[in-house]
């Protein structure tokens, strides 16, 4: 089957305790991102993955890192969390993006996965 | 920067049409696109817009007029399933960012 998955789905963690979030794709897919979501706020991107060994920062990546080592996987590092961070957090691939802007359902597609409820005290 | 902006909530009655519109800035456009997200769950794709125009999908079709800075996201038939957030999200700025709104949440009564 055809899936982005995290783990752990839930996570409750303190202060400055160092903790990895890790995501997986089996679709082959040459782009990954991770976004946080929170009431109101919609989701916000914190780091995107072109290809292997190829991130970028997104609109919040303060307090995050990320590495692409291999394409199917992007782990997502909080190096010492705040409650700040506390927050759900989710996954995303997609196969590829046109160079253009011809569209087509088949680009900008992209595959959640379940999400991890992180919670700092 | 960016900015997106879609209303907070629209009600509708079983077998009715709504219209979400999502007005967007952004420095660098690359396309539209809509998500659904059932309470609990996972955003799924459910729609794209690259270039201006009327994209459909069974009974869900999606606007873009690039030179308004708009799109809007239509369902048709609506049905109690439809109760959801849905969000518009643009590619934009750099080839992989993207920025989502923050999202319209739909009622469905019976």
């Known amino acids: 089957e055809a899936q982005v998955t995290q783990n752990p789905r839930y996570l409750i963690t303190v202060t400055g305790k160092k903790l990895t979030v890790t995501c997986s794709q089996n679709?082959?897919?040459?782009?990954m991102s991770w976004y946080r979501q929170d009431p109101g706020l919609g989701l916000r991107q914190i780091y995107y993955s072109m290809n292997v060994e190829v991130t970028d920062k997104g609109d919040v990546p303060e307090g995050y890192k990320v590495s692409r080592k291999e394409k199917r996987n992007f782990p997502l590092i909080l190096e010492s969390p705040s409650p700040n961070q506390t927050s759900l957090y989710f996954c995303a691939s997609s196969l590829y993006f046109t160079t253009g802007t011809s569209g087509g359902a088949s680009t900008d597609t992209q595959y959640f996965g379940p999400g991890t409820r992180l919670t700092v005290l | 920067g960016q900015s997106l902006e879609q209303p907070s909530e629209v009600t509708a009655v079983e077998g009715a049409i709504v219209q979400i519109n999502c007005t967007y800035q952004?420095?660098?456009?690359?396309?539209l696109s809509w998500y659904q997200q059932h309470d609990g769950g996972a955003p799924t794709f459910l729609s794209y817009n690259g270039l201006d125009g009327l994209e459909e999908t069974g009974r869900f079709s999606s606007f873009l007029s690039r030179s308004d800075s708009y799109g809007y996201l239509l369902l048709q038939e609506l049905q109690m399933k439809d109760s959801a957030s849905y969000f518009c999200?643009?590619?934009?700025?750099?080839?992989?960012?993207?920025?989502f709104g923050a999202g319209t949440q739909v009622v469905v009564t019976p």
């Open positions: 999200a643009v590619r934009g700025g750099s080839w992989g960012k993207f920025q």
């Open positions: 679709m082959n897919h040459e782009y």
């Open positions: 952004t420095s660098g456009f690359y396309g």
